[in-house]
């Protein structure tokens, strides 16, 4: 097979063991970063050219498309479903996944567990948004973050309000959220590919910090999970539509809650917490499925 990986640093981590299993495999591969693409968009021959040479003959690719260039990652990725180009995950699933807050209302409606969590655009909705999600503490979070960043715990009412106040002054998007002390700054993040969930880490926050990315310090480690928390890991990746996602899940009283599910989930992390080669699960996935041609979203924009 020849497979492209949709990525913008060859030297990452997630891309390098893409690479290596590319070649364990014995699959041709090529490296394509989103950004230095062109496209030709017609309705008979679509074409995709990257540092003027045309790019044809893929069986299959596998986006690696950073939040910061999701619009052009995503139209790049739509012109390669367009030349009947397999993808591991389609472009309008990671658009919908990568919409905080559509995903949330799109979890909510199919009823899985989550943070309660509030949005709102006027400052003088402040106090009542704060009561719709059960007062303080809050976590007050940016719909355009990654990584943590844009993340806040406000610990009292005042501190939340001030946060909020500073945020909307910006007029930065953001969501806030009840804080589930009973997780203890830890998450689990289960890593799904098709409808299983092959691997699950539990991440604890560095000392003082809310926050348990592995980018903010956090550790990692190997953890059981539940039957429900398999469970709900699946659907929520099967209603964002994503074949292979990172879905990160509060231990709460009343069950698994999940705060976020991650197009492109990292792979360095979970493969050293659990010793799995889950970049050859991800070609593997990939053989099978393009030669069946199977998609979730086809048609649906």
Known sequence: ???????????????????????NRGHEYKVIDALRCYMNINSEKPEI????????????????????????????????EMMGVYPVNESV?????????????????????MPITGFASKPDDIKDLLNM???????IKLLEGTQGIGVVLAENRKAAESVIEAFMGLKANIMVQEYVKEAGGADIRCFVIGDKVIASMKRQGAEGEF????????????VKISPQERKTAIDAAKIMGLNVAGVDLLRSSRGPLVMEVNSSPGLEGIEKATGKDIASMIIEFAEKNAQLRTTRTRGRG
């Open 1 to 23: 097979m020849k497979i492209g990986i949709l990525s913008r640093n060859s030297s990452l981590y997630s891309t390098q063991r893409l690479i290596e299993a590319c070649k």
């Open 49 to 80: 050219h990257f540092k003027g040479e045309q790019l044809s003959g893929f069986d299959a690719i596998i986006p690696r498309i950073g939040a910061s260039v999701t619009f052009y990652g995503t139209a790049v990725l739509r012109q390669f």
């Open 133 to 139: 999600v059960g007062g303080a503490p809050v976590v």
């Open 93 to 113: 699933a990671i658009s919908r996944s990568r919409d905080k807050l559509r995903s949330m209302q799109l979890l909510s409606r199919k009823g899985i567990g």
């Open 211 to 222: 926050r348990s990315n592995l980018h903010r310090g956090g550790t990692a480690t190997l």
